[in-house]
T-cell receptor
Framework: EPEVTQTPSHQVTQMGQEVILRCVPI?????FYWYRQILGQKVEFLVS????????KSEIFDDQFSVERPDGSNFTLKIRSTKLEDSAMYFC??????????FGPGTRLTVL | EDKVVQSPLSLVVHEGDTVTLNCSYE??????LLWYKQEKKAPTFLFML????IEKKSGRLSSILDKKELFSILNITATQTGDSAVYLC???????????FGQGTRLTINP
């Protein structure tokens, strides 16, 4: 069964460094998303991406964040100048239409 | 801001018991409500509910939506230790793409 994959599974970085989290959505899906979950808190929406552009973003998704679909299969989230509070589990998701979203296993980001 | 509230936050039962998990939502342009199971990492999709009163069923799991009272329930019958997980509900509104999640119910099934 097709699934969303994410790499790396765990990323440790120093505060102020840039990180790129990578996702391979399910191949026939058209909508792509990033969510994050800070330890012990709710899963929060960051951004959705459709037709090669951002279609919706949350207040969390400020200028520090960017997304890109550099080729036909990958979808990336870049965090410039990471902060301690960016430490969280980051989930990528994809969907055929913008309803049933399928999630990847997540990347645990630890900012020291 | 739209709010999704789940109850209870935590539930511990014995294998074989039946459990009911609750999810209430406050929304002006509701489209659908989704249930996910989160074990160690990724939330895995269980059900999507759009119409009131129509039960969705998959094995021992079932779910129903009440759009008048703005809530949904997830039932699990004859629970097994493998059902231990955090169960998340999320809403999606008309014209939007984001899922708004509740805080989850942590279900523990003891043998």
């Amino acid at each position: 069964e097709p699934e969303v994959t994410q790499t790396p599974s765990h990323q440790v970085t120093q505060m102020g460094q840039e990180v790129i989290l990578r996702c391979v959505p399910i191949s026939n899906h058209l909508y792509f998303y990033w969510y994050r979950q800070i330890l012990g808190q709710k899963v929060e929406f960051l951004v959705s991406f459709y037709n090669n552009e951002i279609s919706e973003k949350s207040e969390i998704f400020d200028d520090q964040f960017s997304v890109e679909r550099p080729d036909g299969s990958n979808f990336t989230l870049k965090i410039r100048s990471t902060k301690l509070e960016d430490s969280a589990m980051y989930f990528c998701a994809s969907s055929v239409v913008s309803y049933t979203q399928y999630f990847g296993p997540g990347t645990r980001l630890t900012v020291l | 801001e739209d709010k999704v509230v789940q109850s209870p936050l935590s539930l511990v039962v014995h294998e074989g018991d039946t459990v009911t998990l609750n999810c209430s939502y406050e929304v002006t342009n509701f489209r659908s409500l989704l249930w996910y199971k989160q074990e160690k990492k990724a939330p895995t999709f269980l059900f999507m509910l759009t119409s009131s009163g129509i039960e969705k069923k998959s094995g021992r799991l079932s779910s129903i939506l009440d759009k008048k009272e703005l809530f949904s329930i997830l039932n699990i019958t004859a629970t097994q230790t493998g059902d231990s997980a955090v169960y998340l509900c999320a809403e999606i509104i008309q014209g939007a793409q984001k899922l708004v999640f509740g805080q989850g119910t942590r279900l523990t099934i003891n043998p």
